[in-house]
């Protein structure tokens, strides 16, 4: 099997995707990171939210944010061609290595699971890094019911 073949898979879904609607990103998303074909690992959230009629956000590691960015409608070229959203992380409040990094992400559930190709900047053109995956948080799901039914078990002794 070659060092790609995991990728094909990938950027096929990344290719069959829809286009994202950027007013349907708002809230935090768990980050799946696919650096190194076939490894995959939970490393960081994103958070969108909007000011002034602009999607913006950062990403949050452990309660600590870095990488502002903002997005906006872009397209990635040959042999692609397709619409995309682009994470662009060149702002004032990031390193000049932070701020080069674009992500081109496609829709695949609406709302709530978005593919992703990492980028990086060198001599104004787009390195490939990796697929990620964007899975929108559902505060109400991170919790698991203790019982069935509707009524709140009593520990009451007597």
Do not use: Q
Not at 17 to 43: C, K, Q, T, W
Not at 110 to 138: Q, S
């Amino acid at each position: 099997m070659s060092l790609f073949e995991p990728y094909k898979e990938l950027n096929t879904a990344f290719v069959d995707a829809g286009h994202p609607d950027l007013s349907d990103l708002s809230g935090e998303y768990l980050v799946n990171v696919v650096m190194v074909p076939g490894y995959r690992s939970f490393i960081h959230r994103k958070v969108f939210y909007r000011e002034h009629n602009k999607v913006l956000g950062y990403n949050l590691l452990f309660h600590k944010t870095w990488g502002h960015f903002s997005v906006e409608e872009g397209s990635v070229a040959a042999p692609d061609s397709l619409n995309v959203a682009v994470i662009n992380y060149n702002r004032p409040e990031n390193t000049m290595m932070i701020r080069r990094i674009r992500d081109h992400i496609r829709c695949v559930k609406r709302d709530t699971l978005y593919i992703g190709r990492a980028n990086y900047l060198v001599c104004g053109k787009p390195r490939f890094l990796g697929y990620f995956t964007l899975e929108k948080i559902v505060k109400e799901s991170l919790f698991v019911p203790l019982y069935e039914g509707g009524e709140i078990p009593s520990f009451e002794e007597g």
